[in-house]
């Protein structure tokens, strides 16, 4: 491991221009670049443009949390990729709701 | 180190089936799943019971905790005895929930790396590169709208030298990019896992969030700052002093604003590309009445307006 260095270290930041690339994609999330591929044919995550090779591909930066969630969500309630599709359809859903009433109530 | 009795975590009789354990966890983690649940102590009580069934579904790894638990009680001391899993064969990383968090150290102790390494993926380019390494930190909101150095301390999974999982602590200076969004990652090239053969290493992502700040609420790229503004500023249009992040503006009220009214200050947020906005909403302070001076002036603005704050309510 390297050691400690005086001048600080200095990165950027993966999702600088508002969107990644598959690979980066897979590697944020620790999941093999199949596993994104999956995401995606199960409409969980959508492509910026058709691309016709999973390897051209580009998700918008949004898409990362997005992606991290879902992984999550299939890994520790053990539910298949359609489960996770779903409980992320109603988890926003829900998110808008709670919108509309805090929106009202504070109108 | 405290003993912990994984069948009270998951609810289970110590002779539950496996059957009865992977049910009582699918209803726990949705209870108590952090993307999902709204109960206050989410986080600890799913990372704990992740830990639980990580033990439990596994028959080797159970028939070892059996064994052990039979002379102990949740939360008594406990030290493992040494060697005491010989002769268990654990087959690998489970991939369970919290595959990829800290295990409690009573579970490192007992199972150690090979019960605590998460599957993590090669990473499709160099398939002799090191492991990436994943860390997420809490930021002040200056570290973005400034940029700047920070000093990060990361618990980073090492193997010690009897194999077992332990978790260190890394402190790394990192200069923060200027404009970073909560929920984006910072790559730090080769800051990761030294590669096995002679390969690179991996990257160290870190994941940033935000501190709450004390004057601006953030979402996503904008910035929200609640500014309390007199009656009669807000009544008949005033320019007051306000302060942003890149320091204080005259700004300008507009005639007849009132509470909750949105002002926007174009690219006074988040300096990111493209930089955010800043809102700053009206809150109308409502000066004492304590002595008086200021109880005539309110009795002077009662007799003078025939204001009623209730006419919508129908009384």
Known sequence: MPSIKSQPLSGHIVEEFGYVNIEDLSRLCAVD?????????????EIRDAEPTAAAWHFSSEHVRRAKLALRLERDLEINLAGVALALQLMEELERMRGEIHGRLSR | MEFKDYYKVMGVARDATETQIKQAYRKLARKFHPDVSKEKDAEARFKELGEAYEVLKTPEKRAAYDQL????????????PPDWDAGFE????????????DYSDFFASLFGAAG???????????????????????????ATLQGGARTLTLRVPGIDSTGHLVSKDRTLSVQIPKGILAGQHI????????????????????????????LYRVDARDLYLTLPVAPWE???????????????VDLKIPPGSHAGTKLRLKTRG??????????????????????????????????????????????
């Open chain 2, 270 to 315: 988040i300096p990111a590309t493209p930089p955010g906005d800043l809102y700053v909403v009206l809150d109308i302070a409502l000066p004492p009445a304590d002595d008086e001076r200021s109880k005539a002036a309110y009795q002077a603005m009662a007799s003078a307006l025939a204001f009623n704050p209730r006419t919508g309510l129908g009384v």
């Open chain 2, 187 to 214: 790559r730090l090239a080769k800051q990761g896992e030294p590669a096995p053969g002679s390969g690179e290493p991996g990257d160290l992502f870190i994941e940033v969030e935000f501190q709450p700040h004390a």
């Open chain 2, 69 to 80: 638990g039979q002379n102990y009680r949740a939360g008594e001391n406990f030290r493992p």
């Open chain 1, 33 to 45: 670049r199949r596993h994104i591929v999956e995401l995606v044919e199960e409409g969980i995550l």
């Open chain 2, 116 to 142: 605590g390494r998460s599957r993590r993926a090669q990473g499709p380019a160099g398939a002799d590169r090191g492991e990436d390494h994943h860390a997420k930190v809490l930021l002040d909101l200056e």
């Open chain 2, 234 to 248: 807000a009544a008949l249009g005033a320019t007051v002093k306000t302060p942003t992040p890149l320091g204080p």
């Open chain 2, 90 to 101: 654990f087959s690998g990383p489970g991939g369970g929930a919290g595959a990829d968090s």
